[in-house]
């Protein structure tokens, strides 16, 4: 059987860091066996659901690359087909109407707890029964599933095991409200049914539904798929994850500067191991994954991690790839990268030092964008009188230099430091603050290289007026 799973977000806000990694381990369960994903929207709920909120879920799967093969489907737009399957339940005599209005059952579970008994619908409870004799043709009515009084429900979760729940421990659920509009949990059953979902995949918050469904999904006759039920996301003080952590909506994470490749290998391993492995390309999350080794306790996120595993993909990633998570901070910071070196050999050199792609989006600045003013700290100590000969000489050289490469820029600082008698750092440190503007670069011979003769040979000419003007004061 082709498996085939779904994410099925109400939308009621953004794409938090929970859903997104319940979405990514039903992703994988399908990648995993070439199966199929479908992305369903769950917007019953007329009253919270927003088109900011589908927008704010599909931008964040699509910037996760968590594509789906089907969908998205609205459930608002299968109304009928819910009603149809109400009706036949109703024909069926596995659902009935129920008139005990909603006063009624109030004061029947204010009676049952005054009593010290569970608060239930009770369908034979004699108000209930008086309630529904006494209906006519006009009264309003809700329709119920008529759940099975005996027995038990079994499931085995495919994270937490064996869960038995007895039937009367459940009561006749709604599934049809007074206004005509289904309910949740009758929706979720006729939808996974109708899209064919072999494996349900969702948070712990929904794990007392599923045995309410499982019975739904015996009496239409339908194939029961599997479950599984994904532990809480806590934030690194234990607390259960929320805004005060900082960042929760997947799209904060992108704004922050982070790669979709970290964040899907942080939130694979949050809660999921292989062995000691921390580092997972995609193809291998799509090989190695699987429901049975997901914890089954809470997993706190650790932002430390993030940052490293970011890092990490900087460093290690394609540049182009990186390049296509960059853009959005380059035109943020309004650094235009046609006018300068191809954007990837400067994200080979300036990558590696980076945590974020805001910080590497900074590195970015002075290869394509010139300055007016020297970091200054960096300038009281480098841009000193005694490193104008050697900046001028070096400005000499640079504006003869016939083949502008690296190799070449390194003969040229070897020089300067030969012909003057001058140590390295004498030579290089004034030239990195003349060229980037700044204390900190990698390998200035490389920067040089990048940034251009033009650019290189006007800056250190800047240099040599802030020295002079500095010498004059
Ligand atoms: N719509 C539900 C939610 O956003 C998920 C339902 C399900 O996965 O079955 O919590």
Known sequence: MTVKTRFAPSPTGFLHVGGARTALYSWLCAKHTGGEFVLRIEDTDLERSTQEAIDAIIEGMEWLGLDWDEGPYYQTKRFDRYNEVVDQLLAEDKAYKCYAPKELLDEIREEQMAAGVKPRYDADHPKVVAANEAATEDSPFCIRFRNPKEGSVVFEDKIRGRIEIANSELDDLIIRRTDGSPTYNFCVVIDDWDMGITQVVRGEDHINNTPRQINIYKAIGAAVPEFAHCSMILGDDGAKLSKRHGAVSVMQYRDDGYLPQALLNYLVRLGWSHGDQEIFSLDEMIQLFNL??????????????????????????????????????????????????????????????????????????????????????????????????????????????????????????????????????????????????????????????????????????????????????
């Open 292 to 473: 049975e080794s997901v914890s089954k306790s809470a997993s706190a996120f650790n932002t430390d991690k993030l940052l490293w595993l970011n890092n990490h993909y900087i460093k290690t990633s394609e540049p182009d790839y990186v390049a296509k998570y960059l853009q959005w901070h380059l035109d943020a910071k309004e650094i235009d990268v046609s006018n300068g070196p191809a954007i990837t050999d400067v994200i080979k050199l300036v990558g590696e030092r980076c945590n974020t792609l805001i910080e590497l989006a900074e590195q970015c600045r002075y290869f394509y964008q010139d300055f007016e003013e020297f970091e200054a700290g960096a300038a009281k100590k480098h841009l000193r009188p005694v490193a104008k000969e050697a900046l001028e000489l070096a400005l000499s050289k640079a504006e003869s230099i016939e083949e502008w490469n690296t190799e070449n820029l390194h003969q040229l600082i070897a020089d300067v430091c030969s012909e003057l008698e001058l140590g390295m750092g004498k030579v290089g440190m004034p030239l990195r603050v003349a060229v980037t503007g700044q204390g900190q670069s990698p390998s200035v011979d490389a920067v040089m290289d990048l940034i251009g003769k033009a650019r290189v040979v006007s800056r250190i000419k800047q240099a040599l007026e802030f020295i002079a003007q500095r010498e004059a004061q």
